[in-house]
């Protein structure tokens, strides 16, 4: 027997407003007074119908997040790793100047505040953006392009704390150029054996 679900379902209309309105409100303020007020003025629902869909602010700015991914960073398969690792890396920096650096700053700042937060952002963020390198990965090591010894899971924090520690100091830009330097730093330690 199926359960019904309690509440009504999410307005189609009402939950575009709310992503887009956040999107929104976030780049303009840059994550600076970003409230479930602001975003329910913005898109002309009420609070409550947030509150019925997202348990915290945080949450709705992963949704966010998780859709533009979803739609700006894509996988193309080339022969070789390099090319197929460079264009995912390309995509992935330009997603991050282009939209999602403020998006990502604000969860990243969320997710040390509350624990079950940052366990929500890992599952549905991190784990998924880690699977997608993964599989890049995995794919060269079935063409012999990496050794099957190969730590992986340590080849994709390299990534992504590289990534990750430019977006947060912003000590350096994250550009085509590092996209392609780091491309040639992974390429190099896969190629030396195992990590």
Do not use: C
């Not at 709705?60 to 996988?75: F, G, K, Y």
Request: net charge positive; charged share 30%; no cysteine.
């Amino acid at each position: 027997m199926v359960k019904a679900k309690i509440g009504r379902p999410r307005s189609e209309k009402s939950q575009e407003a709310i992503i887009n309105a956040t999107h929104d409100l976030l780049n303009e303020k840059r994550g600076a007074g970003l409230t479930i007020e602001a975003i329910a003025r913005r898109a002309k629902v009420g609070k409550p119908t947030i509150y019925r869909w997202w348990p915290s602010l945080a949450d709705i700015v992963l949704e966010v997040v998780l859709r533009q991914a979803d739609t700006s960073i894509t996988v193309s398969s080339f022969e070789s790793l390099r090319e197929t690792l460079r264009q995912f890396l390309r995509q992935s920096m330009k997603a991050i100047v282009d939209w999602g650096g403020v998006h990502l700053r604000f969860l990243l700042a969320h997710a040390q505040k509350d624990e079950e937060f940052r366990e929500r952002f890992r599952e549905k963020f991190v784990a998924k953006r880690r699977t997608v390198l993964n599989s890049i990965f995995l794919q060269a090591m079935q063409r012999g392009q990496i050794d099957s010894e190969q730590n992986l899971e340590l080849v994709a924090d390299i990534v992504f704390g590289a990534m990750w520690y430019r977006l947060l100091i912003g000590h350096a830009s994250l550009d085509e150029s590092f996209a392609d330097e780091l491309t040639e730093v992974i390429i190099r330690l896969v190629q030396a054996g195992p990590a």
